[in-house]
């Protein structure tokens, strides 16, 4: 069974920075596109980030734009989601997805992904 699980949400400081991973289970992500969601409160769920199976292709939703980074090592079956300068409007549930990739570029829209976590929460407060 494919299961795809997401840790080292918290609660953070506007400023602060916090890792999420992605841990798959039951398969080789090596060979899935990974994508990184972001559902803020009453909000619809958005891609922020996503990376595909060649590393160096990875996307970026302007907000998060140098200030997140998303990589893969692919040793440890984890996808990684390095959050730095987070704000407030950064507080939410975290989600990783995975899917096989459609090309060469990934995508940040949530019906390209057909394998989901179950979130990890993120609170950016002071």
């Known amino acids: 069974q494919l299961q795809l699980v997401e840790s080292g949400g918290g609660l953070v400081q506007p400023g602060g920075s916090l890792r999420l991973s992605c841990d798959a289970n039951?398969?080789?992500?090596?060979?899935?596109?990974v994508g990184w969601f972001h559902q803020a409160p009453g909000k619809d769920r958005e891609g922020i980030s996503c990376?595909?199976?060649?590393?160096?292709?990875?996307a970026y939703e302007d907000s998060v734009k140098g200030r997140f980074t998303i990589t893969r090592d692919n040793t440890k079956n984890t996808v990684y989601l390095q959050m730095n300068n987070l704000k407030p409007r950064d507080t939410g549930v975290y989600y990783c997805?995975?899917?096989?990739?459609?090309?060469?570029?990934?995508?940040?829209?949530?019906?390209?992904?057909?394998?989901w976590g179950q979130g990890t929460q993120v609170t950016v407060s002071s």
């Open positions: 997805a995975a899917d096989f990739p459609l090309g060469d570029v990934c995508r940040l829209s949530k019906y390209d992904y057909k394998h």
């Open positions: 039951g398969f080789t992500l090596d060979d899935y596109a």
């Open positions: 990376i595909n199976t060649d590393p160096s292709m990875a």
